[in-house]
């Protein structure tokens, strides 16, 4: 079995600033990539941003330059800080991380069960 557990969403004003958490436990051998994703009501989920094992990451258009993705290995972590909120930044936000359980399995690709992040005064 593996799980990703998500924290640190919550109510925020615009401008202000706030750090999500996802933590990757289970059966694992390696992780590859892993990202956030976010859904808004009425949209479909998109791509907030993403990083892979050696460091690279990719950002949607409109959170870069405010919102910074990061990776603690040691502790199969991936965070989200996310500064200089908009109303438009409010979502669910969903946490994935590419896993391979063995040295011969194929990554499969697994999901957060969400974090609400609303962006209002």
């Known amino acids: 079995q593996v799980q990703l557990v998500e924290s640190g969403g919550g109510l925020v004003q615009p401008g202000g600033s706030l750090r999500l958490s996802c933590a990757a436990s289970?059966?694992?051998?390696?992780?590859?990539?892993m990202g956030w994703y976010r859904q808004a009501p009425g949209k479909e989920r998109e791509l907030v941003a993403a990083?892979?094992?050696?460091?690279?990451?990719n950002y949607a258009d409109s959170v870069k330059g405010r919102f910074t993705i990061s990776r603690d290995n040691a502790k199969n972590t991936v965070y989200l800080q996310m500064n200089s909120l908009k109303p438009e930044d409010t979502a669910v936000y969903y946490c994935n991380a590419d896993i391979s359980r063995s040295y011969t399995a194929y990554a499969l690709r697994y999901w957060g069960q969400g974090t609400q992040v609303t962006v209002s005064s």
């Open positions: 990083t892979t094992s050696g460091g690279g990451t």
């Open positions: 289970g059966s694992i051998f390696s992780i590859n990539a």
